[in-house]
């Protein structure tokens, strides 16, 4: 069963900074890899798409790397604003089997205090 | 539409009870995703629909949850015999295909009293 984790559970930054965070699976033989941002009280807003043949993507400020062997990808952000603050999850599919369901990690709660 | 809809935001009810909650995908997507997130968790797959059919339900955690899709865009999750362990937001999703990005809504707070 796949499994998915995130380190920190939580982060706080001061305004300017570069921060990585970390999401680890289990299960190395994914389809994909999404990163999404949830702000308190909403629904989750996708941010970056890696397809598992892909390495990283990058959008504005969010750059996002995969080293699938080791089962790990970590979302950077670069000169964090406080609007950025939220809780960020990772979520993988698997290859095998028909849905291409998502299995999330418990996610990141970012702070970024300006 | 713009983005996956649902509705409604909340609901509460008493436990026992049966509610409905609906789900509006992105116009022209396959596939339609339901999930279930507790409070500090990542939601949860509950099923998955490809078009019409229910490809896969095995996140379904008992026989009280069921859900359709009729005419291959609105779904609808039905609970009956509601239990207080419900409680959570249900969130659905929609991708393009069954291997692309998952676009997800607001979700729908349920509250089982």
């Known amino acids: 069963k796949q499994e998915v984790t995130q380190i920190p559970a939580a982060l706080s930054v001061p305004e300017g900074e570069n921060l990585v965070l970390n999401c680890s699976f289990t299960?190395?033989?994914?389809?994909?890899l999404q990163w999404f941002r949830q702000d308190p009280g909403k629904g989750l807003t996708s941010l970056l798409l890696?397809?598992?043949?892909?390495r990283e993507q990058t959008s504005g400020r969010l750059n996002a790397s995969l080293d699938k062997s080791s089962g790990r990808s970590t979302l950077y952000i670069a000169a964090s604003q406080p609007g950025d603050s939220a809780t960020y999850l990772c979520?993988?599919?698997?290859?095998?089997?028909?849905?291409?369901?998502?299995?999330f990690g418990s996610g990141t709660q970012l702070t970024v205090l300006p | 539409g713009a983005g996956v809809s649902q509705t409604p935001s909340n609901k509460v009810t008493e436990k026992g009870k049966y509610v409905e909650l609906r789900c509006d995908p992105i116009?022209?997507?396959?596939?339609l995703y339901w999930y279930r997130q507790s409070l500090g968790q990542g939601p949860e797959f509950l099923i998955y629909?490809?078009?019409?059919?229910?490809?896969?339900d095995s996140g379904l955690p008992n026989d009280r949850f069921f859900a359709v899709r009729p005419e291959g865009s609105v779904s609808t999750l039905k609970i009956q015999r509601t239990e207080r362990g419900d409680s959570a937001v249900y969130l659905c999703?929609?991708?393009?295909?069954?291997?692309?990005?998952?676009?997800f809504g607001p979700g729908t707070r349920l509250t089982v009293l």
């Open positions: 999703a929609s991708s393009r295909d069954r291997g692309s990005g998952q676009f």
């Open positions: 299960d190395s033989a994914i389809y994909n």
């Open positions: 890696i397809q598992s043949s892909q």
């Open positions: 979520a993988v599919s698997l290859s095998s089997g028909s849905a291409r369901q998502l299995t």
């Open positions: 116009s022209g997507h396959t596939a």
């Open positions: 629909f490809q078009g019409t059919g229910a490809a896969d």
